[in-house]
T-cell receptor, first 112, second 114 residues
Framework: EAGVTQSPTHLIKTRGQQATLRCSPISGHTSVYWYQQALGLGLQFLLWYDEGEERNRGNFPPRFSGRQFPNYSSELNVNALELEDSALYLC???????????FGQGTRLTVV | DAKTTQPTSMDCAEGRAANLPCNHSTISGNEYVYWYRQIHSQGPQYIIH???NNETNEMASLIITEDRKSSTLILPHATLRDTAVYYC???????????????FGTGTRLLVSP
């Protein structure tokens, strides 16, 4: 069974551009979480989607947004990129009524 | 808004048991204790979770105190590959009113040495 897959694995953008990161959850999982992990720091909660709806978001500016598609895959969009947005972006999925989260290997975004 | 407190770092000799403590003194009755670990630059890996009874699986054991205000993750025979950051998390049961986002704290950096 395929795990959580994220694409691309690496992304380099210049300041002011937009970045789009994608996540495919484990088959049957309906919840998707997004996290930002800056170098040497912990995981900062970004967004939580379940059944196509945004359930909660962390303390991030509105230029961080996303969506969940009918097939439960998800997209994270970061507009007007800033240098400090450089980080590992991790996606996790869970069954709606289950508890363990399974993580992808992340997308490393570098803003230059 | 993590609800757990963990030591910043710990050391363990290879082959010995690694006991990682976690304080969750404000845990609610409907909240589970979860443990994850993150090996350098990889996505976090689920280890184990429990509500009030001790739990064991192929990776580790989880000991939760009777008052549920703290817990200990035990890796019975630590190996070099267990070097990672270990996160303790509390989260309400699915379907309950407290079922919230999954929030990670800063974790414990475990270094297993030869």
């Amino acid at each position: 069974e395929a795990g959580v897959t994220q694409s691309p694995t690496h992304l380099i953008k210049t300041r002011g551009q937009q970045a789009t990161l994608r996540c495919s959850p484990i088959s049957g999982h309906t919840s998707v979480y997004w996290y930002q992990q800056a170098l040497g720091l912990g995981l900062q909660f970004l967004l939580w989607y379940d059944e196509g709806e945004e359930r909660n978001r962390g303390n991030f500016p509105p230029r961080f947004s996303g969506r969940q598609f009918p097939n439960y895959s998800s997209e994270l969009n970061v507009n007007a990129l800033e240098l400090e947005d450089s980080a590992l972006y991790l996606c996790a999925s869970t069954l709606q009524m289950n508890t363990e989260a399974f993580f992808g290997q992340g997308t490393r975004l570098t803003v230059v | 808004d993590a609800k757990t407190t963990q030591p910043t770092s710990m050391d363990c000799a290879e082959g010995r048991a690694a006991n990682l403590p976690c304080n969750h003194s404000t845990i609610s009755g409907n909240e589970y204790v979860y443990w994850y670990r993150q090996i350098h630059s990889q996505g976090p890996q689920y280890i184990i979770h429990g509500l009030k009874n001790n739990e064991t699986n192929e990776m580790a054991s989880l000991i939760i105190t009777e008052d549920r205000k703290s817990s200990t993750l035990i890796l019975p025979h630590a190996t070099l590959r267990d070097t990672a950051v270990y996160y303790c998390i509390v989260r309400a049961t699915p379907g309950s009113t407290g079922f919230q986002k999954l929030v990670f704290g800063t974790g414990t950096r475990l270094l297993v040495s030869p």
